[in-house]
């Protein structure tokens, strides 16, 4: 089942659970995928991983926003944002821990012969797809800089 499927089958179960806030962020979630799935070349496919791009993004945003929030003394929006955002974050893989992190960027760099901090676009660009959904790119990012350097 892909999760395009998997989000359209768990709609109907939050809809008949009446649960509005995994509704809403599972509607966010789809109307992102169909929008996806519509877009010019993409054949009205969605594979999954480009699937865990988009969420990979909205979890994000949904973190950063809740922040924002946060910062501005609306804690009842931040609440709200934060359980958006915690739907979001079951559809992606288990993320990464800091070794497991570091073990991948490594074999990484091992695999693409980099040695220098020249070679960092090299090393981003098979990380950032081998990874994705897994680790947020800064922490990738900084780890690549760190051991190339």
Known sequence: MTLFEQVSKDIVVAM???????????RNIKKYFIEAKTAPG????????AALKILAKLAKQGRDTAALYTEQGRPD??????????????????????EELEAEVKAIIAETGASSPKDM?????V????LAGRADG????ALVK???A
């Open 16 to 26: 008949k659970a009446k649960d509005k806030v995994r509704l809403q962020a599972l």
């Open 77 to 98: 929006l931040a609440e709200e944002e934060m359980a958006q955002a915690q739907v979001v974050e079951e559809y992606l893989p288990k993320a990464l821990s800091a």
């Open 127 to 130: 990380a950032t797809k081998k």
């Open 138 to 141: 800064k922490a990738i990012s």
């Open 146 to 148: 760190q051991l190339l």
């Open 121 to 125: 676009g090299k090393v981003m660009g």
């Open 42 to 49: 993409a054949n009205d496919t969605l594979e999954d991983a």
